[in-house]
C-alpha cells in the first residue's frame, strides 16, 4: 500500500514561489499516477495538478495553468509541485493522491501541507 508525506508548504507573499513536495512509500508507488488537490478554506477539495507515473503526460487546472509545474523523481519516489506567481486565493491546504489524473479512483491521499499566501 502507498503513503505519501506532504511537506513544503509555509506563508508567503502574494507573487511568490513555494515548491511542495510527496514522498510516496511503498513498493509500486513509482507505477502511480499523482495529483495534487487544493482545499480552500470552507471549499471542497479541488484538482489542481496531475502527472503519469512515467512523466510523459501532465494536466492542469485552468486557474493554475502558466504558475504552476507539476514534476516527478520516481528514483526518489518523490512528487513536486512548483507554485509560482502565488494569489491569495491560493491559500489553503494541499495534498498529493495517488490514482489517475483528474478523476482518480485514488487509493491513497496524503496528510496535506498548508499554504497562506499573503495579499
Known amino acids: 500500500q502507498v503513503q505519501l508525506v506532504e511537506s513544503g508548504g509555509g506563508l508567503v507573499q502574494a507573487g511568490g514561489s513555494l515548491r511542495l513536495s510527496c514522498a510516496a512509500s511503498?513498493?509500486?508507488?513509482?507505477?502511480?499516477?499523482m495529483n495534487w488537490f487544493h482545499q480552500a478554506p470552507g471549499k471542497e477539495r479541488a484538482f489542481v495538478a496531475g502527472?503519469?507515473?512515467?512523466?510523459?503526460?501532465?494536466d492542469y487546472a485552468d486557474s493554475v495553468k502558466g504558475r504552476f509545474a507539476i514534476s516527478r523523481d520516481n528514483a526518489k519516489n518523490t512528487v513536486y509541485l512548483r507554485m509560482n506567481s502565488l494569489k491569495p486565493e491560493d491559500t489553503g491546504v494541499y495534498y498529493c493522491?495517488?490514482?489517475?489524473?483528474?478523476?482518480?479512483?485514488?487509493?491513497?491521499w496524503g496528510q496535506g501541507t498548508q499554504v497562506t499566501v499573503s495579499s
Open positions: 511503498g513498493r509500486t508507488s513509482r507505477y502511480y499516477d
Open positions: 493522491a495517488a490514482g489517475e489524473i483528474r478523476t482518480g479512483p485514488f487509493g491513497a
Open positions: 502527472i503519469r507515473w512515467n512523466g510523459d503526460s501532465t
